[in-house]
């Protein structure tokens, strides 16, 4: 698409993140889709605003790149619903890259991912489709990282890890390399993970308690 115009979905902070990386790099923004905007900030306010997720249809799939402003929390589906519907459909998701992210020529960042301000993607690594890595995140060589994923603020992995589909590391957790971390798992604020983790897994404290995702907290 020659001169690609991005449709943003969503209007809350990862949205609004997300517009400033495009603005900076003189992208044409056309519309944020929100029934709310929330970020409190301006940066939407000479933007059209649809309030609803069907407005995307007003648009054929050759006229716009969609970007996906839903941020991705523990246990939140709303994201990968978001890419699911509209690339069913025939749209593409723009894969956006801030200009201080670090990223190496022999990586591969899918469709649709995001790559924050000052991350680092190595050598060899591989990230699908929708996923995030936020800000400050540093993902090293050979990393295969899957789909709908969320890297937040400052997580550290180091060579050859493996983080299946469906996974949230959350802000400051570290990981030593040739790890493997199953699918639909969350890792939780600041832990060290030493030992592969399998699916479905929940991993919390400084010692990374392993639990499944069905467990309570009390057992
Ligand atoms: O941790 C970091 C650095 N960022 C977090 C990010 C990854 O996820 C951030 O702190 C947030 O926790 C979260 O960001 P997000 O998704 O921007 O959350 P929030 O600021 O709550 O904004 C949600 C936006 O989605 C609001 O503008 C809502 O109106 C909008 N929204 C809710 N439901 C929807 C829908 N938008 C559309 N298009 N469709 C919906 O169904």
């Known amino acids: 698409m020659s001169n690609p115009r991005y449709l943003i979905i969503g209007g809350g902070g990862h949205a609004a993140a997300l ?5 900076k790099q003189k992208k044409t923004i056309i519309g944020v889709v929100a029934p709310e905007i929330t970020t409190g900030l301006k940066i939407f306010d000479s933007v059209p ?16 790149l969609l970007v996906n402003g839903i941020g991705a929390m523990p246990r ?7 890419y699911t519907r509209f690339s069913g459909l025939g749209y593409t998701f723009a894969t956006i890259i801030a200009d201080s992210a670090e990223i190496s020529d022999y990586s591969s960042i ?3 991912a995001q790559v924050m301000n000052n991350c680092v993607v190595n050598i ?17 060589h050979d990393c295969n990282i899957g789909a709908h994923c969320h ?36 890792i939780g604020v600041g832990a060290n993970i030493t030992k592969s983790i399998p699916s479905n897994s929940i991993v919390y404290g400084a010692r990374s308690v392993i639990k499944n995702l069905g467990e309570t907290d009390d057992n």
């Open 110 to 112: 899918g469709s649709g």
């Open 151 to 186: 890297l937040a603020p400052g997580s550290t992995l180091s060579g050859q890890v493996i983080i299946e589909g469906n996974t949230h590391i959350a802000t400051g957790v570290n990981v030593i390399n040739n790890i493997t971390i199953g699918e639909n798992t969350i």
């Open 19 to 23: 517009a400033e990386i495009l603005i």
């Open 49 to 64: 605003q649809y309030l609803s997720d069907d407005d995307v249809l007003k648009f054929s799939v050759d006229q716009v």
């Open 124 to 140: 060899g690594t591989v990230i699908a489709e929708n996923t995030i890595i936020n800000t400050s995140a540093s993902v090293d």
């Open 76 to 82: 939140q589906t709303l994201r990968k619903k978001i």
